[in-house]
């Protein structure tokens, strides 16, 4: 039978938020009661908060200007959906970049490859180390160019990772957002602020991550999982 693991953050009031973005808010808009005739009214409540508050998955309207880059609810669900591998690059410190080496490295030690056409999960133990407090989003390690193309190269569609952003935080160097850069060059669809990814750390596995289909949407919340002992056919 499948295992299935949850990869996602919870999403509450006053989650940690990118700095400038929506706090979340959630509050109740009617109450349960039941009535003496046995009928009772439902529990609602309502969500204010911003499309990239806790997991979500990018598209490529938030860091493409070309009036044909797709938002959210056109991201193609084939995207979202299939093999995949989780790499341990948890010993880079915060606020550093992870390399290309640092990426191959982690497929030795594991004796891993990336999938063709699938997702890569990159487990830095930011949200371990992090969450919730508010550093959580000042000190990420985060992917340098090289390694974002390496990713690429390899046939990789789906980068996902463990904390608040897939390039480093603070930002460092002289080219900016290099990692979000290349997902728009590349057309690689990207997923943040996974939860803890420990349990799937040089694993392979099938990947699900389907974002609300949120018209115009520059990103959609995500309810992202991993699933074992479930073969895949491509």
């Given at each position: 039978?499948?295992?299935?693991?949850?990869?996602?953050?919870?999403?509450?009031?006053?989650?940690?938020?990118?700095?400038?973005?929506?706090?979340?808010?959630?509050?109740?808009?009617?109450?349960?009661?039941?009535?003496?005739?046995?009928?009772?009214?439902?529990?609602?409540?309502?969500?204010?908060?911003?499309?990239?508050?806790?997991?979500?998955?990018?598209?490529?309207t938030h860091m493409d200007?070309?009036?044909?880059?797709?938002?959210?609810?056109?991201?193609?669900?084939?995207?979202?959906i299939g093999p995949a591998?989780?790499?341990?690059?948890?010993?880079?410190?915060?606020?550093?970049?992870?390399?290309?080496?640092?990426?191959?490295?982690?497929?030795?030690?594991?004796?891993?490859?990336?999938?063709?056409?699938?997702?890569?999960?990159?487990?830095?133990?930011?949200?371990?180390?992090?969450?919730?407090?508010?550093?959580?989003?000042?000190?990420?390690?985060?992917?340098?160019?090289?390694?974002?193309?390496?990713?690429?190269?390899?046939?990789?569609?789906?980068?996902?990772?463990?904390?608040?952003?897939?390039?480093?935080?603070?930002?460092?160097?002289?080219?900016?957002?290099?990692?979000?850069?290349?997902?728009?060059?590349?057309?690689?669809?990207?997923?943040?602020?996974?939860?803890?990814?420990?349990?799937?750390?040089?694993?392979?596995?099938?990947?699900?991550?389907?974002?609300?289909?949120?018209?115009?949407?520059?990103?959609?919340?995500?309810?992202?999982?991993?699933?074992?002992?479930?073969?895949?056919?491509?």
């Amino acid at each position: 039978m499948p295992r299935i693991v949850d990869l996602s953050q919870e999403v509450f009031r006053g989650q940690p938020v990118y700095p400038g973005h929506q706090p979340t808010v959630i509050f109740p808009m009617t109450q349960l009661t039941v009535k003496e005739d046995g009928k009772w009214t439902f529990a609602v409540n309502t969500l204010l908060m911003s499309e990239h508050a806790g997991t979500h998955t990018d598209s490529f309207t938030h860091m493409d200007p070309d009036k044909n880059a797709l938002s959210i609810e056109q991201i193609p669900l084939e995207k979202c959906i299939g093999p995949a591998v989780c790499l341990d690059v948890s010993h880079v410190p915060d606020s550093a970049f992870i390399t290309r080496n640092a990426l191959q490295d982690a497929c030795r030690k594991a004796d891993l490859t990336i999938p063709p056409g699938g997702t890569v999960l990159i487990y830095t133990g930011t949200y371990e180390r992090h969450f919730p407090r508010p550093d959580y989003h000042q000190k990420n390690p985060g992917l340098d160019r090289e390694a974002a193309e390496w990713l690429a190269d390899q046939g990789a569609i789906h980068i996902g990772i463990d904390a608040v952003s897939i390039d480093v935080s603070p930002h460092q160097g002289e080219e900016w957002k290099p990692a979000h850069t290349v997902c728009r060059e590349r057309g690689l669809l990207n997923t943040e602020n996974l939860g803890d990814l420990k349990a799937v750390a040089g694993k392979r596995f099938i990947y699900i991550g389907l974002p609300l289909k949120v018209r115009g949407g520059t990103a959609g919340p995500t309810r992202a999982a991993a699933i074992f002992d479930l073969a895949w056919n491509s």
